[in-house]
């Protein structure tokens, strides 16, 4: 086991993935690169199986092929985002956009494109674990709570008829909770945190994607659009030609 692998297997328990793949070849290498550097594999090698997997075991992330039999990957991905909203990384053919866009569309958080470099991969796959298991800050002690009770109006942002807890991680619309995926909720909180600025793609691939570098700006688009239809369409304004910001 390499350095960068025990450093993964030694961080306590490690994460539990499920890989689903129809080619034999690319199911067991890249189930093999993953248990190497310190991941928790399971693979299925068909939609339904993988449907089951997920059903028993509630892996922490899911890496789905687009092209599967029994259920495709778009397929699976809508059942998985049913009951659950743990990350969803699809897998796609080169060049082929329309499988990308309709993956983004059916829930997925983020996609690579086949045949993928396994350093980018794993990449891929710790930015999404961070972003699912970004929590608030512990709460105040004894002597913080007045401190606390003073800065309680920060917490919580108002944009109209939606109140943003930033604190608790919590999205309410007209008094009724909203269930944000993880990816949904950090791109709320990073345009919450610029109201009325304009953020261009490529600062929220970084600042919300992880990303180090320029990634495919459909990802934030495609994003945009399914936070839009849970926060109001209306709220996050596009600006042509530069990005999108948050109405105040």
Known sequence: MNA?????????????????EDDEVIRT???????????????????????????????????????LPELDGIGLCRKVRETSQAPVLMMSARGDALDVVSGLEAGADDYVVKPVDMPVLVARIRALLRRA?????????EGERQAAADAASEDHLTFGDLTVDTRGLEVFRSGERIALAPTELRLLLEFA????????R?????????YGWDGDSRVVDLCVQRLRRKIGADRVETVRGFGYKLRR
């Open 29 to 67: 290498s890249v189930t093999m690169a993953l248990e190497r550097y310190g991941y928790r594999v399971r693979a299925a090698a068909d939609g339904l199986t993988g449907l089951e997997h997920f059903r028993e075991h509630t892996p922490d992330l899911l890496l789905l092929d687009v092209m």
């Open 133 to 141: 298991t970004f929590t608030p800050a512990p709460g105040p002690v």
């Open 193 to 200: 945190a610029h109201p009325g600025i304009v953020l261009d």
């Open 4 to 20: 960068e692998a025990e450093g993964a297997a030694g961080a306590g328990d490690a994460p539990a993935l499920l890989l689903v």
């Open 202 to 210: 490529q600062t929220l691939l970084r600042n919300v994607w992880d």
